[in-house]
């Protein structure tokens, strides 16, 4: 391969990354097929390559096809909730991409990445290129293989799984920053009027051990259920151990769980009509991987 040809493929590797990341909501799976991809454009006929972009978006999407087949099976064998991924964003590296308007920061949600999991490969691609990257259905039919109308078709039945309305930003940046650091704080505190000022009635906390950590293995639904859990995680022994700070994950506020160098969990709360409608914490180890290098 060229030295061109290597410096052509930078010049895509951002997009690929975050197309990757939100076909497969894993940070670590995306490099891996972003690399993969890298791979197949190194060995590839020039002359079969008439538009780069056009080329690797075909090839990477597929790549997702296969891998999204292959791990339906497996995370019907997960251990617990499965959370995708947390990315780190508005940071030096921003890998997601531009987060600027509520629909960006939307789709790469880990309410609406969790959602996908409805979808099957085909729709979740169909439904990425076109939401996300606002490719046409001509474009998407010649990407994954299937005519255009049958991309249309993919794409309605996937809008249709995932239901309507998906927004959830219904207030701005900066009150939900502060609805956040409230609840953390409330929390921290073991404030039981916060919270329960704080939680909406039908609240949701997941947690995504894996089975690699202590975690709750089913949903906790409902404000009551939910305060008693938070306050039961914060009155063991080891919480005083930990230090909570404040981050943006995935677009949204979250907080970074540390205990010295090491990331514990990633912690997104969803803001519904200004309370706290979910929260979604990821302590499994090797899900927090890409996280902690963000924060090296």
Not at 4 to 19: G, I, Q, V
Request: hydrophobic share 45%; glycine share 6%; proline share 5%.
């Amino acid at each position: 391969m060229t030295m061109e040809a290597a410096a052509e493929f930078e010049t895509h590797r951002p997009r690929l990354f975050s197309l990757a990341y939100r076909m497969l909501g894993s940070a670590s799976e995306a490099e891996d097929v972003v690399q993969d991809t890298y791979l197949r454009w190194s060995t590839a006929d020039p002359s079969a390559v008439r538009t780069p972009a056009a080329w690797l978006t075909k090839v990477m999407t597929n790549l997702c096809i296969n891998r999204l087949t292959s791990a339906r099976a497996q995370r019907e064998l997960y251990i617990g909730p499965w959370l995708p991924e947390p990315v780190l964003t508005h940071t030096a590296d921003d890998r997601l991409g531009p987060l600027e308007t509520a629909e960006q920061r939307e789709a790469v949600s880990l309410a609406l990445l969790t959602l996908m999991e409805r979808l099957t490969p085909a729709e979740r691609a169909v439904f990425v290129l076109r939401e996300a990257f606002g490719h046409s259905h001509r474009e998407i039919a010649g990407v994954i293989g299937v005519e255009e109308a049958h991309s249309r078709q993919l794409h309605r039945r996937a809008r249709e799984r995932l239901g309507h309305p998906r927004r959830h930003f219904d207030v701005d940046d900066a009150q939900r920053r502060k609805i956040v650091e409230r609840f953390f704080a409330a929390t921290l505190d073991g404030d039981v009027a916060g919270l329960e000022r704080l939680l909406a009635d039908d609240v949701v906390a997941w947690a995504d051990g894996g089975g690699q950590v202590t975690a709750a293995r089913r949903p906790i639904t409902g404000s009551a259920k939910v305060l008693r859990y938070l306050l039961g995680l914060v009155a063991r022994p080891e919480a005083a151990l930990v230090t909570v700070e404040f981050a943006e994950a995935n677009g949204e506020p979250a907080a970074v769980v540390v205990a010295g160098r090491a990331l514990l969990a990633v912690a997104v709360p969803e803001i519904r009509d200004g309370r706290v409608g979910g929260v979604r914490t990821v302590l499994n180890p090797a899900k927090l991987a890409f996280a902690a290098a963000q924060l090296a």
